[in-house]
């Protein structure tokens, strides 16, 4: 699972260091390699790889001739990139994933539980700020879904 939010410095090639908590993850499950892709939001999705082939396999099921499959197809699938985790912990963020995200210097991992995210620092945090009345509709809608 990916949890807790861990700030982070990108370098002028992409490179960003994996949190030693998501590394530690990666390990139980005998890997070193993440899925990257681009998000709905100015943001990237980390996947374990056997998340992203779970994803992928439900995602085949789904009608491809729906509009909204095939929106997400190619948001999420066509950007998607294997990242090997290299012996210093680092990833290499291809240059048009840093682009779709904005990521400047200053980084921010966000962990979701069977994904993370990965954001700019400055955007997450205008992402995250919430009015009030953004908080009364959140607190709805996850009362419509039970939680």
Partial sequence: MFRGRYEHSIDAKGRT???????????????RRIVLTSALDPCLVAYAMPEWTAFEEKLAKLPQFDRAVQKLKRIYVSGAVECEVDDSGRILVP????????????VLW???GKY??????????QHFDTTED????????LAELGL
């Fill in 17 to 31: 260091s994996l949190p030693a908590r998501y590394r530690d993850h990666l390990a139980a499950l005998g890997e």
């Fill in 95 to 106: 240059p048009t994933l840093r682009e779709h995200a904005s990521l400047q210097k200053e």
């Fill in 116 to 125: 993370a995210e990965l954001w700019d620092k400055a955007l997450w945090k």
């Fill in 134 to 141: 953004e908080r009364r509709d959140i607190s709805a809608r």
């Fill in 110 to 112: 966000a962990g979701s």
